[in-house]
């Protein structure tokens, strides 16, 4: 199936990669060969957004609840992300594509902090599409650094708190620069947001798919997407509304 570029309308998606582990069991494969498999299959996805037109792809990659998983996965999750760093950086640039990482970094490996570092700083004049990864991520954290912020700015004379409203608020939490998700996917059968982007996915449109995150291809972004084109996003208005053009609440 060919796929045209993404509208204009969709200028946003963001995935939830689950289904890593119970791909290897189901393989009797222990949980890092499905982590690796899944390593792989972000490449395939960055690259089949981009040459859809996908303005801002964002991915979440380890969660701040995550910490509780077994140690020595955690330990092979941050080598993992070490290494796609090391490996995929130099594609991105070739591929006009910026990185930017976002969550709690101080809580991750100073080996993974300065790699992260030196990637942005590498990628940061790249003006094709914006590739954000969530690491050590909750939705809810990020709406309290962000109301942590905006105290400390009150309290030093630097914002006025009673000019805030939802424009003003958006550019102190972590994913600044990108608009609202218009799509979001999670893999692996769950449906549920899992703490994901949760200021960002007021208006998301959510797509659940049984496909492990391993097993996710470009057929598969291309059946999220043909999904999202039939879609009749409302926005708070009526489906009268929308035939007239009309912008009602």
């Not at 105290?151 to 958006?170: H, K, R, Y």
């Not at 007021?202 to 972004?221: G, I, Q, S, V």
Request: charge should be neutral; charged fraction near 25%.
């Amino acid at each position: 199936m060919t796929t045209p570029p993404a509208t204009q309308a969709l200028q946003h998606i963001a995935i939830v990669m689950d289904g890593n582990g119970r791909w290897a069991r189901l393989r009797r494969l222990p949980r890092v060969a499905g982590h690796r498999a899944g390593a792989r299959v972000v490449r395939e996805i960055v690259e089949a957004a981009a040459v859809r037109g996908v303005a801002n792809l964002t991915l979440f990659a380890f969660s701040s609840e995550n910490w509780r998983r077994p140690a020595d996965e955690v330990s092979l999750l941050m080598a993992l992300f070490v290494r796609a760093l090391r490996d995929e950086g130099n594609r991105l640039v070739e591929n006009n594509v910026r990185l930017t990482v976002i969550g709690d970094r101080a809580a991750l490996p100073v080996r993974l902090q300065k790699t992260i570092a030196r990637v942005e700083a590498d990628s940061a004049h790249c003006n094709g599409m914006r590739l954000t990864v969530a690491a050590n991520y909750g939705g809810r954290w990020d709406i309290v650094q962000a109301a942590r912020r905006i105290v400390a700015a009150t309290a030093a004379g630097e914002f006025d708190p009673a000019t805030l409203d939802e424009a003003s608020f958006t550019p102190w939490l972590a994913l600044d620069q990108a608009p609202p998700v218009d799509l979001l996917i999670r893999t692996g059968g769950e449906f549920r947001i899992s703490n994901f982007l949760l200021w960002h996915l007021a208006y998301a449109e959510l797509y659940f798919t049984d496909t492990l995150w391993p097993d996710f291809d470009p057929a598969a972004l291309d059946l999220a997407l043909d999904w999202f084109a039939n879609r009749e996003r409302r926005f708070g208005r009526t489906d009268e509304q929308l035939r007239i053009g009309g912008t009602g609440a």
